[in-house]
């Protein structure tokens, strides 16, 4: 199957500071890309869909503002968590689509797990 | 709304067969997946339904019923790798994947 690369696999940050994860699709170009927050012992939660090249869509609660996505390649999505805080601790996960979701599958990043103290 | 149900947690014996049901809701439907996750890692895909009837990989098979919302995840020759959480997610009309909490399997000796 395709190749989702995430990085960093995990990252610890001071309480204000930014953090910012990207999210590479190394042999396919992902014209959409998934973006899922999951606190443990719990479902992935979409936090934003983006298409290259456009604004990202955010799910209802997920402030924009906090989340910058940025999808400005084919092969490349990021997510910036502004000012983190320790409530935003949790492990982030990336998907990639080569198509706008008809796939019949997702592709995965490893994952982020991000922790703010 | 849109919903997908799963038990929180099963336990199995090594070796034996375990049947892990989800049963779903979706506004539209475009596709019914199975992903394994170990904790700490992304899922993994296992499998993918669109069509009624069942669908084997392996040790592994994933059966559909679109007219009862309806799925299971079959598990054979259970090994204690197994132990992991398996995810049902839906596809809506919009092609957004809607995840199941997850079932939590406990594989014994």
């Known amino acids: 199957g395709a190749v989702v690369s995430q990085h960093p696999s995990w990252v610890i940050c001071k309480s204000g500071t930014s953090v910012k994860i990207e999210c590479r699709s190394l042999d396919f170009q992902a014209t959409t890309m998934f973006w899922y927050r999951q606190f443990p012992k719990q479902s992935l939660m979409l936090m934003a869909t983006?298409?290259?090249?456009?604004?990202?869509?955010?799910e209802q609660g997920v402030e924009k503002d906090k989340f910058l996505i940025n999808h400005a390649s084919l092969t490349l999505s990021t997510l910036t968590v502004t000012s983190a805080h320790p409530e935003d601790s949790s492990f982030y996960i990336c998907s990639a689509s080569s198509l706008t979701g008809g796939d019949t599958e997702a592709f995965f990043g490893q994952g982020t797990r991000l922790t703010v103290v | 709304g849109q919903n997908i149900d799963q038990p929180t947690e099963m336990t199995a014996t090594e070796g034996a067969i375990v049947q892990i049901n989800c049963t779903y809701q979706?506004?539209?439907?475009?596709?019914l997946f199975w992903y394994q996750q170990h904790a700490g890692e992304a899922p993994t895909f296992l499998s993918y339904n669109v069509l009624d009837g069942l669908e084997e990989k392996g040790r592994f098979s994933s059966f559909l019923s679109r007219s009862k919302g309806y799925s299971y995840l079959l598990l054979k020759e259970l090994q204690m790798k197994d132990s992991a959480s398996y995810l049902c997610?839906?596809?809506?009309?919009?092609?957004?994947?809607?995840w199941g909490a997850g079932t939590k399997l406990i594989i014994k000796p």
């Open positions: 979706t506004s539209g439907f475009n596709g």
């Open positions: 983006s298409n290259e090249g456009s604004k990202a869509t955010y």
């Open positions: 997610a839906a596809k809506d009309s919009n092609y957004q994947l809607i």
